[in-house]
């Protein structure tokens, strides 16, 4: 199969280089890499052009956003920025981050569960981070969602889902509208990366109120909400998380932000939703 991978960056000079050895390690090279220098103000774009000029399938384009570290729209902006170089010649599209360290079989292992099952729209592996000298799972996300820095899309659920959204929870956006469309979501919890900068270390207080702004609008309701946000502020241990998480959404409902998906779509997603809570709720019943 076909990969391509779109990877925004911005200023991640500390980290950039293990993740581009790690793709140019890969059994199964990708076709094409474009990594979207996004403003950076360190040595990122340097760094990346050394590759470009060693490997003809390694692009670097540079893009001039805000400055602002804003989850979601930023980075989404900088992997449209670099779809929009790619021909359409691909059969699985990536969005990789440049803080993953990547195992040398990890593109070879996606394609072949993308031939396996033809159903499967999305596929990943698990993130893990480094605590106490060990590689740990990065919970803040259930083994079977497959996270934003290493997603992979099969080419007709990309075009199916319409591509990926401006907003913070873009990448569960992705995932419920790909189930919408009949597509299966997969991760084999076998393929480890190495997520070397975690999730939120670069977030800051003017994002806080994004979370909620998300789960309005994917139509979520004030129930979905309320459990949502408590669960987060429980892995979190933030009791301000789930007060900040609220707000959002009930600004966002009275300044009618509008919606990510349509009315049927957020139909399909509470349904989905509470079918998962229900399924987890039985399951601890059953120990």
Known sequence: MRFYIVMPAHNEAAYISRCLDSLIAQTLLPKKLIVVNDNSTDATEAIVQRYVKKHQWIECMTIRSSKRHVPGSKVINAFNSGFQRLDEEYD?????????????????????????DEAIGIAGGLPYIKQNNEWVFEKIASKDH????????????????????????????????????????????????????????????HTNHLQGEALYQI????????????????????????????????????LKSTPLVTKEQGRFIRKLRWKNIFKKLGNHSAI
């Open 92 to 116: 699985v599209i990536c969005k990789f981050d440049a803080d993953i360290e990547f195992p040398k079989h990890y593109v070879k292992t996606i394609s072949a569960l993308f031939q396996r």
């Open 146 to 205: 497959v996270r934003g820095p290493i997603k992979a899309y099969k080419k007709a659920c990309f075009k199916a889902i319409g591509g990926l959204r401006k907003s913070m929870g873009w990448d569960t956006v992705d995932v419920l509208l790909t189930q919408f469309y009949g597509w299966k979501v997969q991760t084999d919890k076998k393929l480890i990366v190495k997520h070397l900068k975690p999730t939120g270390n670069t977030y800051a207080a």
């Open 219 to 254: 139509r979520s309701g004030w129930m979905l909400l309320f459990i949502s946000a408590l669960k987060s502020a429980f892995n979190k241990k933030s009791g301000a998380y789930f007060i900040n998480t609220v707000y959002g959404y009930a600004k966002a409902a009275r």
